[in-house]
C-alpha cells in the first residue's frame, strides 16, 4: 500500500473558528462540557434563548468524533423498528423513530437558518446484503416498516443493484431516500460559528477537572473546575460521548468507547465516481462487522469500519488502514490501484442497550449513546436537552427509558472486553 497521511480528511475543507480567549468567565447559566454536535447544538439553543453559555471543551473545537465521522445523516436507530417494538413497545418504538427523524429535519433546518455551506443534501441511504439470508429478511423489515410505522423504504433486488453500486458483492439492498449527507466538519464549523454568533463563548484546551454541587448565595449550581479556571452555573450538560472521562465517573461507567476508521482515496476522475455510485447514496453493509462508505463531495472514495474495535491510536489507524483498504478493494476492485491518500480514527459511543439516552444523571445534563448515528440524533438530543434546561416539559423518548450499565461484573470505563465483543461479533457474521 502506498503511503497516505494519517489525517482526517475532512479537516482539510474547513477551518474551525477560533475559540474564545482569555480565562473562563466567574459565572454563567450553564455549562457545557464538549464542543462537538452534543455540545455546539445545545449552546446553539441555548444563546438564542438568551441564556448565557460557556462550553467548555478539553481540546480544540470539534476535535471528537463530530468532525471525524462518515457524514452520513440517517433514519432510524442502530437497533432495528421491529427491535424497538418488542424491547419498548409499538408506541415507544414509533415515539423513537419519529425522533430520528424529527433530528434530520432539525439538521437540515439549522444548516438553511443559519447559511452552512456543508453538501447536505437528503441524497439517500443504501444497506446492502452481504449474504443471501440477510437479503431474505428485508422485505419483512421493508413492510413492517411501511406498516407500523408508516416510513417507506424499497428493496432494490440484485439485478437491479448496479444502478445503485458498482460492485457485484452483494444480494440486493434496501433504499432510504429520507437520510441525508454531509461534510461533518463543515457543518460543525457552522453550528460553532453559529452558537458563537448567538452569544455563547466556546473555550478550547479547557479540560474540566472536576464538578462541585455548591450554593452562591440564594443561587444552587455547579463550581466547575477546568483547565482555564473555575466558574460558577447553574446547569451542566455533559456532550463528551465516546471521550466522557471520569470526571463524570457515572457516565463513563455506562458508556463504551469504540474506535472506528475510516479511508479516503485519492481524487477519482467523475466517470469512476459515477460507475461506483451512481446516485451519490449514503451506503452500509447488512454484516455485524459492517463497512460503510460514500463519495466525499470531491469524488474520493470514503469507506470506514470498525476495523480494530478499540480507540484510536496511530498503531491501530496503521493496522485499520491496511485492513480497510483490502476491504474496499473487495467491494470495489476498480480502486485496486488507487491509491488511499488519508487514514484516520474516532471513537464512537455505545451504551449497552446500544440506544442512545438523555436525562439527568449526579444533577447533570447529558446526551449521548449514539451507537454510530450521532450526526443527526446528538444535534437532536443537544438541541432538546437545551430546551430541558430552559423550562421544557417536552417528553423526549430517550430519556425515559432504563439506562443500563454493563449487566455482569464491574466496569471503571475502560472496555476490557471489547477484544472479546470482537471477535463475537466475527464469528456471528460467520454463522448468521
Ligand atoms: C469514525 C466515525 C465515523 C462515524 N460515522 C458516523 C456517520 O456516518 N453518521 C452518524 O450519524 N454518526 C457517525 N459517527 C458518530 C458521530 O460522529 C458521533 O455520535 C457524534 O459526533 C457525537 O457527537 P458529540 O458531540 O456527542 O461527541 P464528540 O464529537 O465526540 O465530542 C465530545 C467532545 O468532548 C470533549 N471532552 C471530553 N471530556 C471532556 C472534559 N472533561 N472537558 C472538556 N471537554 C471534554 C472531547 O474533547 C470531544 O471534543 C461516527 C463516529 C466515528 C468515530
Not at 447559511?115 to 413492517?144: M, P, T, W
Not at 440484485?158 to 444480494?171: P, Q, T, V
Not at 463531495?297 to 480494530?308: E, H, I, Q, T, V
Not at 449513546?369 to 444535534?379: D, Q
Amino acid at each position: 500500500m502506498m503511503p497516505f497521511e494519517q489525517s482526517n480528511y475532512w479537516l482539510t475543507t474547513t477551518a474551525m473558528p477560533a475559540g474564545t480567549p482569555g480565562e473562563v468567565p466567574a459565572s454563567a447559566d450553564v455549562a457545557v462540557i464538549g464542543a462537538g454536535f452534543t455540545g455546539l447544538a445545545a449552546a446553539r439553543a441555548l444563546g438564542k434563548r438568551g441564556a448565557r453559555v460557556v462550553v467548555l471543551e478539553s481540546n480544540t473545537i470539534g476535535w471528537g468524533a463530530s468532525s471525524r465521522n462518515g457524514g452520513m445523516v440517517l433514519t432510524g436507530l442502530k437497533l432495528s423498528p421491529k427491535t424497538l417494538a418488542e424491547r419498548y413497545g409499538l408506541d415507544m418504538a414509533r415515539q423513537m423513530y419519529a425522533g430520528s427523524l424529527s433530528a434530520i429535519d432539525l439538521v437540515e433546518q439549522i444548516v438553511r437558518e443559519e447559511s452552512i455551506d456543508c453538501d447536505f443534501s437528503r441524497c439517500g441511504h443504501l444497506e446492502v446484503a452481504s449474504k443471501q439470508s440477510h437479503f431474505d429478511s428485508y422485505a419483512r423489515a421493508v413492510e413492517f416498516l411501511a406498516s407500523e410505522f408508516r416510513h417507506q423504504r424499497k428493496i432494490i433486488p440484485r439485478h437491479a443493484l448496479k444502478e445503485e453500486i458498482g460492485s457485484s458483492l452483494y444480494f440486493g439492498g434496501i433504499l432510504d431516500e429520507t437520510s441525508a449527507g454531509a461534510n461533518p466538519a463543515r457543518y460543525l464549523a457552522g453550528l460553532a460559528r453559529a452558537a458563537l454568533g448567538r452569544g455563547a463563548v466556546i473555550y478550547e484546551n479547557a479540560a474540566v477537572r472536576q464538578i462541585e454541587r455548591t450554593t452562591r448565595g440564594t443561587d444552587r449550581g455547579f463550581a466547575v473546575h477546568t483547565d482555564r479556571g473555575s466558574l460558577f452555573v447553574r446547569d451542566v450538560l455533559v456532550g463528551t460521548s465516546g471521550y466522557t472521562k471520569a470526571v463524570t465517573q457515572d457516565l463513563q461507567k455506562k458508556v463504551i468507547p469504540i474506535g472506528s476508521f475510516i479511508i479516503t482515496t485519492e481524487r477519482l476522475p467523475d466517470s469512476v465516481a459515477h460507475e461506483l455510485s451512481p446516485r451519490n447514496r449514503m451506503i452500509f453493509d447488512s454484516k455485524h462487522f459492517l463497512h460503510y462508505y460514500r463519495l466525499t463531495p470531491d469524488n474520493r472514495m470514503l469507506f470506514g469500519g470498525r476495523a480494530a474495535f478499540f480507540p484510536e491510536t496511530k498503531h491501530t489507524i496503521a493496522s485499520s488502514a491496511r485492513i480497510l483498504g483490502r476491504a474496499m478493494v473487495e467491494v470495489f476492485p476498480q480502486l485496486r490501484n488507487t491509491p488511499i491518500a488519508y487514514a484516520w480514527g474516532g471513537t464512537l459511543d455505545f451504551c449497552f442497550d446500544t440506544m442512545p439516552h438523555a436525562g439527568v444523571i449526579d444533577g447533570l445534563h447529558f446526551a449521548l449513546g449514539y451507537a454510530g448515528h450521532g450526526v443527526a440524533m446528538a444535534t437532536y438530543l443537544g438541541s432538546k436537552m437545551a430546551e430541558r434546561i430552559l423550562g421544557s416539559r417536552e417528553e423526549i423518548p430517550y430519556a425515559s427509558i432504563p439506562f443500563p450499565g454493563m449487566p455482569l461484573g464491574r466496569y471503571n470505563g475502560r472496555p476490557w472486553f471489547l477484544a472479546f465483543a470482537g471477535a463475537y461479533y466475527k464469528v456471528l457474521d460467520w454463522i448468521s
